[in-house]
């Protein structure tokens, strides 16, 4: 049998094994959209510049939407002989409009068709990204605008630390989100080149004009290495790279959330369509969504580590290790976006339970730092004597069972003599978190200010 792709080289068809492991059609038709686009892009330009006839170049660009109404309504057959979506476009394409798609791959090549095909797709993701961490930071701003008086315990260590405000700690992951947002903003900006018309790995001897292509796919500029051009994969590692962090960012929130809605905290209810059941404890309501946002991070984590050993030790140009892109940039995309998707729904819905955030916000002699800034500013303490004395007067507490508020003055005064009942006036949390003006603390005053300069900032 002679070959169906490479007839003229090849006399024998390729074995069933090195059908499977070469072709890439299975998970490559995902980009037909962005091939098609390219193609009739090249087909443009190739009549512009004279390559072609107009009339090729016409039949070429319809027959390609033809091409891909057939794609998008289910009926195109796919052959996995034809190895990829490329090869399959282009011989549908054939059968379409005749020998002139033949000349469809003048002054190109697959190197830099794959190139430009998988940038577009993965500029379309980083805009779809961008909308979906839009989304989360506008819903963690209605959290944070509602609460942004609430009192709740901050932490470090996971042990009581110092009363914050609710809106505080929402806002904390709007910083962190808004960072994310800007690294896919400068992902897409620097990644938006074309790769078209660096052919094979040398550039072409047809007068193309990559300037004109560039521009019609959205590019600001014709990469200007056409060996860099067709090997590069920077633009998917920096998407895995950026998805990767963000990932991280939506692990450690989703894993406040589950230590949040449990039975030991009850810091927030989560919505019954964000929960899920138990199949033998009636009473349970699980926090699936977050377990699994936490752990489908590993796949993004794993595809960015996949995708740089398969890049690390490749010689330049191009080589069949590459195809190996597509699958780890997909995987980690869809779940990104389910992610992203699944934690704006759960903050959207999620309600914060006050009063039980209030009550621990108390507890664990949290306002003990407002109590050593007391001694310091009212009795012109140092203040490393002043955290000796408050710690005397925890262990005080402690020793009693209670808080720092229900010690008698006269206990107070047993440490240290001076201390006064306007003392009180620092130990509630509320009086606690005010307090903390300063730029970026969690006075209730600073975080609608963040709240505001945020909503500017998203228009
Ligand atoms: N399916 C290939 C890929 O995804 C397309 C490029 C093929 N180029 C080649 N020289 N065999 O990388």
New binding site residues.
């Given amino acids: 049998t002679s070959n169906q792709m490479w007839g003229g080289r090849f006399a024998a068809g390729p074995d069933a094994i090195m059908e499977a492991i070469n072709a890439?059609i299975g998970f490559?038709k995902r980009m037909a959209a962005q091939d098609i686009a390219g193609s009739r892009a090249h087909a443009a330009m190739l009549a512009a510049t004279g390559i072609v006839s107009d009339s090729d170049a016409e039949a070429m660009r319809e027959g390609l939407l033809t091409v891909l109404s057939e794609i998008e309504g289910g009926t195109f057959e796919f052959s996995t002989a034809l190895?990829?979506?490329?090869m399959n476009v282009e011989a549908r394409l054939k059968e379409i409009i005749g020998d002139a798609a033949g000349r469809l791959h003048t002054g190109r090549?697959?190197?830099d068709?794959?190139a430009t095909d998988f940038r577009l797709w993965v500029r379309d993701q980083l805009d779809a990204t961008e909308g979906a961490l839009l989304a989360l930071i506008g819903a963690l701003l209605v959290q944070a605008e509602a609460g942004a008086d609430w009192v709740m315990p901050g932490f470090t260590h996971l042990q009581t630390a110092q009363p914050v405000t609710w809106g505080h700690h929402m806002m904390a992951y709007v910083e962190m989100f808004g960072r994310d947002l800007s690294r896919v903003r400068d992902a897409r900006a620097r990644m938006n080149e074309c790769p078209l018309g660096a052919a094979?790995l040398a550039g072409t001897s047809f007068p193309i004009d990559r300037e004109m292509t560039a521009k019609a796919l959205g590019f600001e500029r014709p990469s200007a290495n056409s060996l860099d051009a067709v090997s590069d994969r920077d633009f998917a590692l920096e998407f895995l790279s950026t998805a990767s962090i963000c990932a991280m960012h939506l692990s450690r929130m989703a894993e406040e959330l589950v230590i949040w809605s449990s039975a030991q905290f009850r810091f927030v209810a989560l919505s019954d369509r964000f929960s899920t059941g138990s199949s033998i404890m009636p009473q349970k309501k699980n926090p699936d969504a977050a377990e699994l946002i936490r752990a489908k991070i590993g796949r993004i984590f794993g595809a960015n580590v996949a995708l740089m050993t398969v890049m690390k030790g490749l010689p330049l140009a191009?080589s069949?290790d590459?195809?190996e892109?597509?699958e780890q940039v997909f995987d980690a995309a869809d779940n990104l976006m389910l992610a992203l998707a699944a934690m704006e729904g759960m903050v959207r819905d999620m309600s914060a339970n006050r009063d039980n955030l209030e009550a621990a916000a108390g507890s664990g002699f949290s306002t003990a730092t407002d109590l050593a800034d007391w001694l310091v500013r009212v009795l012109g303490m140092p203040f490393r004597e002043a955290h000796h004395v408050t710690g005397s007067l925890v262990a005080l507490a402690e020793g009693k069972g209670c808080d720092l508020p229900e010690l008698s003055l006269a206990e107070m005064q047993s440490v240290h003599g001076d201390i006064t009942q306007a003392v009180y006036d620092v130990l509630g949390v509320h009086n606690s978190v005010a307090s903390r003006t300063s730029y970026g603390g969690t006075a209730p005053e600073q975080v609608r200010v963040q709240v505001a300069r945020w909503k500017e900032i998203l228009g």
């Fill in positions: 890439s490559d190895e990829d979506i490329h090549s697959r190197n068709q794959v094979a191009y069949k590459m195809q892109d597509k």
